[in-house]
């Protein structure tokens, strides 16, 4: 395994995290990043089977949750708080919420409604719905206009995405893949998904989950990261 190609996009991720992360150092960000290279050595091996533009982008994703979830942590220790302790969106919470906000309901979804059960909590309990509709609001503001139009046709006016490509006059593939995105934008906004750690593939797994892997990589999810690795764009 020949690690140093991915020496570019490294050092992009390192500092692009440090910049989000002011109070975590680049180097330490990079450290983090050249580690994951040696816990998950089976997972580049499989992926590094598949042809150079697609093994690129599956490490620059696996790298870039490893970034964020390694500055998470970070953040909550100097904090004195456990990242455990935070609340996380997911995108199914968004859609059953969004429609209530945008409406300016003063009361919360079914907790049914959202899949969440007695063991299973959510921030709106304990009175806390205003809080939630607070961190919505204040997410869907930093969102671009295009993207504020997508969610508020979908779930403030309740258009299904047939509706919404009529709109926009575009196919309901592509208005599908604008509300996703869309969501994802507002997901990363509240702070991205719950931090998990990430295991390798096993000897028998190498050769078998190649070939069902998706490809995507987060920058084709949600518009972000464009790194030049070896002379190669990652989209």
């Not at 969004?98 to 409406?103: E, H, Q, S, Y």
């Not at 204040?138 to 139009?149: H, I, N, P, T």
Request: hydrophobic share 35%; proline share 2%; glycine share 4%.
């Amino acid at each position: 395994m020949v690690i140093e190609k991915y020496e570019n996009l490294v050092a992009h991720l390192g500092y692009e995290f440090a910049r989000k992360f002011r109070m975590v150092d680049a180097d330490d960000i990079r450290q983090e990043l050249w580690l994951w290279f040696l816990e998950h050595p089976n997972k580049v091996k499989a992926w590094e089977k598949l042809d150079d533009k697609q093994s690129v982008k599956l490490i620059a994703r696996s790298l870039r949750n490893a970034a964020k979830d390694y500055c998470q942590k970070e953040k909550a220790k100097i904090a004195g708080y456990r990242v455990e302790d935070n609340y996380y969106y997911d995108k199914n919470v968004l859609e059953v919420l969004l429609p209530a906000v945008l409406r300016g309901d003063s009361i919360a979804p079914s907790l049914n409604d959202i899949g969440f059960t007695a063991n299973k909590k959510v921030a709106s309990e304990g009175n806390n719905w205003l809080a939630m509709v607070a961190d919505l609001e204040k997410a869907m503001s930093k969102l671009s206009e295009e993207q504020f139009a997508v969610i508020y046709c979908r779930f403030g006016d309740g258009a299904d995405n047939s509706t919404l490509a009529e709109e926009l006059e575009i196919s309901e593939d592509a208005a599908r893949m604008r509300v996703n995105r869309a969501i994802n934008s507002l997901l990363n906004i509240l702070g991205g998904n719950r931090p998990r750690k990430e295991r390798d593939y096993t000897e028998e797994e190498i050769d078998t989950r190649s070939e069902d892997i998706d490809t995507r990589t987060d920058s084709e999810l949600d518009g972000e990261i464009e790194v030049e690795v070896t002379g190669q764009e990652l989209d």
